[in-house]
């Protein structure tokens, strides 16, 4: 499984480093075959908006290339969702089979039409924002539908991790991981379409 890590400047990290994390187990554990990731951006370099800067390898790639793809969240996901060409980029993305996201991630992967007739969530700040992307925007911290898999606030981001590790794997390698990563909160083996409803 090949994934791109699309990142931008403003982003939150936390949302990204939270399931890069979990995920990255899959590699490290030798859970899954094959586990690479990349860190992409339209620009070799990008700072956070907490100031932390990180260097980019990959600048605009073929997303097509991937196995799965990830956006993490941030203020300026309400820009960039009327971007057009870093829209256009995500798009490359159309057939790669799982997209993933984070908090306002989900403005981005919606505005690229991968959110169309599904059900999604986002950070409870941007329901709204969110709203004319999907079929139904669910308040929960983990929303999947079929291979799209969408996360609530930032520290849903770890939750989301485990959930895809669980969904790749098992309630086993899933519990292996949260032992690790010193995680208790994850309820493994509770697989569903919506996890952790806010209500």
Same mark, same amino acid.
């Given at each position: 499984m090949k994934m791109a890590y699309i990142l931008f400047d403003k982003m939150t990290t936390l949302d990204f480093v939270g399931f890069y994390e979990a995920v990255s187990w899959l590699s490290i554990l030798k859970a899954k075959e094959g586990v690479t990731w990349d860190l992409c951006s339209n620009k070799?370099?990008? $700072?956070?908006?907490?100031?932390? $800067?990180? %260097?980019? %390898?990959?600048?605009?790639? @073929?997303?097509?290339?991937?196995?799965?793809?990830?956006?993490?969240?941030?203020?300026p996901t309400r820009e960039l969702q009327y971007d057009t060409e870093f829209v256009s980029w995500i798009q490359s993305a159309r057939d790669v089979q799982y997209k993933v996201s984070v908090c306002t991630g989900a403005l981005l992967l919606g505005a690229a039409g991968f959110l169309h007739g599904k059900m999604a969530t986002t950070n409870p700040s941007a329901y709204e924002l969110l709203t004319p992307y999907c079929s139904q925007v669910i %308040?929960?911290?983990?929303?999947?539908?079929? @291979?799209?898999? $969408? +996360? +609530?606030?930032?520290s849903a981001s770890i939750d989301l991790g485990l959930y895809l590790v669980e969904s790749l794997t098992n309630a086993d390698m899933t519990k292996k991981v949260q032992k690790l990563m010193d995680y208790p909160y994850y309820r493994s083996g509770n697989l569903s379409n919506i996890y952790m409803p806010n209500e």
């Open positions: 070799e370099e990008i $700072t956070d908006d907490r100031g932390m $800067t990180i %260097k980019i %390898k990959h600048v605009n790639p @073929d997303l097509s290339d991937y196995d799965l793809i990830f956006i993490p969240g941030g203020m %308040k929960a911290r983990i929303v999947r539908d079929g @291979d799209t898999f $969408t +996360g +609530g606030g930032v």
